[in-house]
């Protein structure tokens, strides 16, 4: 089977590492030569924003999916029409991929989101109260294009393009679902998932599973997740990712219809992976058994500051003498701060041992230049 991957990051590079062990031939279009997928894969230089670029590269495969959600989807709707599957299907695409559809689409069909205002540029009227969060409309990713407006004074700072401003949310926990479905009807999901902030940095840099929740608040991500799968009316493997306020309710952040940075923890801490899962859904084939083992996190390793240039790990060698860790690299040769350049998989007996883990990792590991 040939399958085209819209995208050559290390969502896509995991994603055939894992599918390696069977027998399909994997393509990938990407603009950068030395993208993560590039030498594991049949590759493509091309724009996965240009029309008649993915048009020419879809055309002859079997199937057609993305491992990033700014892609030309007036070409994912030709090539339908044309015959060739697109996973997940172009409609659920186009409504993720602009913040103000997301947003509609979530109202439209009762899944609880934080209240909200449209705006097509900053001399629009503010109506919503502050604080608020600015998102914009299209392109943001991995926290990018989206900021924090604590009052007035702040509006000055407000980005002037077509966006969504949402209620500030009180927030007790930020959790993330990982949920797929395949062409006959079949949907599993993985055990929630927390993402974790660094006491000292107050970044978001673990993620840990499972998650510690009520009974009530997985109730709720059940009655969402049902909700989102039947409305979204696509195969696919989604993240929904969730806010737990304080008062103990659930709201929907927002989804990447595509595999998430807060599923890789199941490389090693669940019976399959996300990649596995992904996998199957591709070729329709029977979903994969997500049972976790214990506990188990994921520890992000990004560029630090003041640095950029060729790679250099510090640190990975006191690693791989640790029990129950695993590294991941992403075979991104060039580093730059922040830029997600690998993780480090962790699984433990308790949430206390694992945090524990997963603070000593992050003590050992500097991502720098040479």
């Known amino acids: 089977m040939k399958i085209g991957i819209l995208g050559g990051g290390q969502l896509g590079r995991m994603l055939i590492q894992e599918a390696l062990k069977y027998d399909d031939e994997f393509y990938v279009l990407d603009p950068n030569t030395d993208c993560s997928c590039a030498n594991i894969s049949f590759f493509t230089k091309g724009d996965f924003n240009q029309k008649q670029d993915v048009l020419d590269f879809g055309k002859s495969k079997d199937v057609v999916s993305i491992e990033i959600e700014h892609v030309n989807v007036e070409a994912l709707e030709e090539l339908e029409k044309q015959g060739v599957k697109v996973i997940p299907n172009s409609n659920i695409i186009k409504i993720i991929q602009q913040k103000i559809l997301q947003k509609k689409f979530y109202q439209k069909n009762d899944i609880p989101s934080p209240d909200f205002q449209m705006i097509d540029s900053k001399k629009d009227e503010i109506k919503i109260n502050f604080p608020f969060v600015q998102k914009l409309n299209t392109g943001g990713y991995d926290g990018k294009g989206v900021q924090i407006i604590k009052d007035g004074s702040d509006l000055i700072n407000l980005w002037d393009e077509p966006s969504v401003l949402e209620n500030l949310v009180d927030i007790d ?91 890789h923890q199941s490389q090693e801490g669940n019976a399959n992976s996300q990649f596995e899962q992904f996998y199957r859904v591709l070729k329709n084939l029977p979903l994969a058994d997500t049972s976790s083992f214990g506990f188990s996190g994921m520890l992000n390793l990004v560029g630090e500051e003041n640095f950029s240039g060729k790679v250099k790990y510090e640190g990975l060698e006191e690693v791989m003498k640790l029990p129950n860790a695993y590294v991941h690299l992403y075979g991104k040769a060039e580093m730059k701060p922040g830029r997600k350049m690998g993780h480090i998989n962790v699984l433990a007996d308790s949430r206390e041992e694992l945090l524990e883990q997963l603070i000593y990792i992050k003590s050992l590991v500097k991502v720098i230049s040479e």
């Open 173 to 263: 926990k930020e959790l993330s679902l990982i949920i797929a479905k395949n062409e006959r009807g079949e949907i599993k999901s993985f055990p929630v998932t927390e993402m974790v902030a660094d006491p000292k940095l107050n970044l978001l840099d673990f993620n840990i599973c499972p998650t510690q929740i009520s009974d009530d608040v997985q109730n709720q991500i059940d009655i969402i997740a049902e909700k989102f799968m039947k409305a979204a009316d696509s195969e696919g493997l989604f993240a929904i990712e969730l806010f737990l306020d304080k008062s103990g309710k659930i709201w929907v952040n927002e989804t990447a219809p595509r595999l998430h940075n807060s599923g």
